[in-house]
């Protein structure tokens, strides 16, 4: 049975098996894109509108942290003393085109860690579920997969795929990076809207739809298979990521 994405805030769409979902995601359609969370009931927010606790912070202090990373030359200073820290070894192209430039640096903070106001998405359901169970936090049972279909995009939303933000870290994980807002040669305009606020209009496009899958500690080794049984590896797709290694010898010492 082909896999079923239900609407967002759909309080009644059933939670399928880790099984269900390896058994088809590899069968599903081409065109869209997918992401994976840690936890079922974790909204879809960026992590620069998301409190310590998880909780969605207020429009008024989402515009003052993206006022950060557009109106502030601190997010450049920052920007410049963590690329030296990255090291030569991540080949990156900061793009010198305007609001692509500061789409790239977004993206660079974006995989190192540090809240911005966009989401990554994966072309592959596999790598989608393989970061969802990486986030999942201790005492989550149930996960979720979002998949946006780009034929459904609204016109003040931007999804761009990697090719125009490259570097080494990112082009293993075959995806691109979503925001409401636009983006071209000259500038960037990042708006302060989430997922779940922007279908409360009856008017709005639901691009994204989402499925929510039951998981145990018994289900890791399965996704590890099916990973490696299909050309990926946990490392490519966090080359050189402080954060995997760092699980990985947590996972050694406390198994």
Not at 72 to 81: H, P, S
Not at 241 to 254: M, P
């Amino acid at each position: 049975m082909a896999l079923c994405f239900y609407e967002v805030d759909d309080t009644k769409a059933p939670d399928i098996s880790v099984e269900e979902f390896l058994s088809e995601c590899l069968l599903v359609p081409k065109g869209f894109s997918y992401r994976g969370q840690g936890d079922k009931n974790w909204d879809l927010v960026p992590s620069a509108f998301r409190e310590r606790t998880g909780a969605t912070v207020s429009t008024i202090e989402r515009t003052r942290r993206l006022s950060y990373f557009l109106n502030d030359q601190q997010f450049e200073i920052d920007f410049k003393k963590i690329i030296d820290l990255a090291g030569k070894d991540e080949h990156i192209v900061i793009s010198d085109e305007g609001g692509y430039k500061t789409l790239s640096m977004l993206t660079f903070f974006q995989h190192f860690g540090i809240p911005t106001p966009l989401l990554d998405w994966t072309e592959s359901p596999l790598i989608a579920l393989f970061m969802s169970v990486f986030e999942r936090p201790a005492g989550a049972h149930d996960i979720s997969i979002f998949r946006y279909d780009p034929t459904l995009q609204p016109p003040d939303v931007t999804f761009q795929q990697y090719e125009k933000i490259p570097f080494r870290r990112i082009q293993t994980q075959l995806g691109g990076i979503l925001f409401f807002g636009t983006c071209n040669d000259k500038h960037i305009i990042i708006n302060s809207h989430i997922y779940s606020e922007y279908i409360k209009d009856s008017k709005a496009s639901r691009f994204i739809k989402k499925l929510n899958i039951r998981i145990s500690s018994k289900d890791l080794e399965k996704i590890s298979e099916a990973l490696h049984n299909n050309g990926f590896r946990e490392d490519m797709v966090f080359p050189n990521s402080l954060q995997y290694i760092t699980n990985k010898i947590k996972e050694k010492v406390i198994g």
